[in-house]
């Protein structure tokens, strides 16, 4: 960052100075390394996502800010550094991420709630579209790069809506059953981030494991609470506008959560129990979220006033 070299030479350089020009003191603008506070290992938009408290972007970008605004290196050890975090998001035209090994993909755990944050932040503080890739180095002699898209296609073929890897696992009944649940949540996850799953994919999804009788009476048999998560994903999913179900679609995805709701219920028994109801919330209708959310919110909305100004 020191060296004297030009704008287009030395990036990092550039942006500290142009962050001190926006009132950063050198140290703040020095900082490029951000993570989560001390003892936190969320990773922002993960409960936001499950819990279905959010109503638009701007929301899981506060989220983010909140949970990944704080700066390492030197002294720093998490200092609380948000503002500078979304400068640094803001300048974003790339983001990139990567597995390492053939056992795990992107649909093997949460991973959308911190790479995908990172992508929804940076399209939503820049105001552009950020190009999103993934690559691969479980092989160090040939490392492909993949847009994120394309990878979603690949993970999608090779387990999801491979019939071989459906069937592999109505081995493992209700833990099977689960797993399925699990992979199809973590797909909607990565769409509500990042905007870049091909509608064909739920598409897919829905013809698979709902339309198709004998792996639907699998999951309602083995696992009725996974299916009820599954078919409520999938229309929370058209709901929030994240994919575009055909007439067709959505009357079966209805009638099959009418009818593992009936489940559901014959299970609980007596007493009072969390049903399956699509409700969606955000931080400002939870007062406690909602005193620290106020400035991941105010950084936010200059940043993406800025960003339209520039337009």
Same mark, same amino acid.
């Given at each position: 960052?020191?060296?004297?070299?030009?704008?287009?030479?030395?990036?990092?350089?550039?942006?500290?100075?142009?962050?001190?020009?926006?009132?950063?003191?050198?140290?703040?603008?020095?900082?490029?390394?951000?993570?989560?506070?001390?003892?936190?290992?969320?990773?922002?938009?993960?409960?936001?996502?499950?819990?279905?408290?959010?109503?638009?972007?701007?929301?899981?970008?506060?989220?983010?800010?909140?949970?990944?605004?704080?700066?390492?290196?030197?002294?720093?050890?998490?200092?609380?550094?948000?503002?500078?975090?979304?400068?640094?998001?803001?300048?974003?035209?790339?983001?990139?991420?990567?597995?390492?090994?053939?056992?795990?993909?992107?649909?093997?755990?949460? @991973?959308?709630?911190?790479?995908? #944050?990172?992508?929804? =932040?940076? %399209?939503?503080?820049? !105001? +552009?579209?950020?190009?999103?890739?993934?690559?691969?180095?479980?092989?160090?002699?040939?490392?492909?790069?993949?847009?994120?898209?394309?990878?979603?296609?690949?993970?999608?073929?090779?387990?999801?809506?491979?019939?071989?890897?459906?069937?592999?696992?109505?081995?493992?009944?209700?833990?099977?059953?689960?797993?399925?649940?699990? @992979?199809?949540?973590?797909?909607? #996850?990565?769409?509500? =981030?990042? %905007?870049?799953?091909? !509608? +064909?994919?739920?598409?897919?999804?829905?013809?698979?494991?709902?339309?198709?009788?004998?792996?639907?009476?699998?999951?309602?048999?083995?696992?009725?609470?996974?299916?009820?998560?599954?078919?409520?994903?999938?229309?929370?999913?058209?709901?929030?506008?994240?994919?575009?179900?055909?007439?067709?679609?959505?009357?079966?995805?209805?009638?099959?959560?009418?009818?593992?709701?009936?489940?559901?219920?014959?299970?609980?028994?007596? !007493?009072?129990?969390?049903?399956?109801?699509i409700d969606v919330y955000s931080y400002d209708s939870l007062p406690e979220w909602e005193a620290?959310?106020?400035?991941?919110?105010?950084?936010?909305?200059?940043?993406?006033?800025?960003?339209e100004a520039r337009r």
């Amino acid at each position: 960052m020191d060296l004297d070299e030009s704008e287009n030479d030395n990036y990092p350089r550039t942006h500290v100075i142009e962050t001190m020009s926006d009132g950063a003191d050198e140290e703040e603008a020095r900082t490029r390394l951000f993570s989560n506070g001390p003892g936190c290992g969320s990773g922002g938009i993960y409960l936001a996502i499950l819990a279905s408290a959010w109503k638009d972007d701007k929301d899981l970008v506060d989220y983010y800010l909140n949970c990944k605004g704080y700066g390492y290196g030197g002294d720093r050890k998490g200092r609380p550094m948000l503002r500078q975090f979304a400068r640094m998001l803001s300048r974003n035209d790339i983001t990139f991420d990567k597995v390492h090994s053939d056992s795990v993909d992107i649909l093997s755990s949460g @991973r959308y709630s911190g790479f995908g #944050g990172m992508v929804n =932040a940076s %399209k939503y503080l820049s !105001g +552009k579209e950020v190009r999103t890739y993934y690559g691969d180095t479980s092989n160090p002699l040939s490392v492909p790069v993949r847009s994120f898209s394309e990878e979603v296609e690949r993970v999608t073929a090779t387990k999801v809506l491979n019939p071989q890897w459906i069937e592999a696992m109505k081995g493992s009944g209700y833990s099977g059953a689960n797993e399925m649940t699990k @992979r199809i949540t973590r797909m909607f #996850g990565w769409q509500c =981030a990042t %905007k870049e799953v091909d !509608g +064909k994919v739920f598409d897919g999804i829905t013809d698979r494991y709902v339309r198709d009788e004998e792996t639907y009476a699998f999951l309602r048999e083995n696992n009725v609470y996974s299916a009820g998560e599954l078919v409520r994903r999938l229309l929370e999913a058209h709901e929030r506008g994240l994919w575009n179900a055909s007439d067709e679609d959505l009357e079966l995805l209805q009638d099959r959560f009418l009818e593992l709701e009936s489940d559901l219920e014959s299970l609980a028994g007596e !007493g009072e129990y969390q049903g399956s109801s699509i409700d969606v919330y955000s931080y400002d209708s939870l007062p406690e979220w909602e005193a620290r959310m106020k400035e991941a919110g105010s950084v936010s909305e200059e940043l993406r006033s800025k960003a339209e100004a520039r337009r």
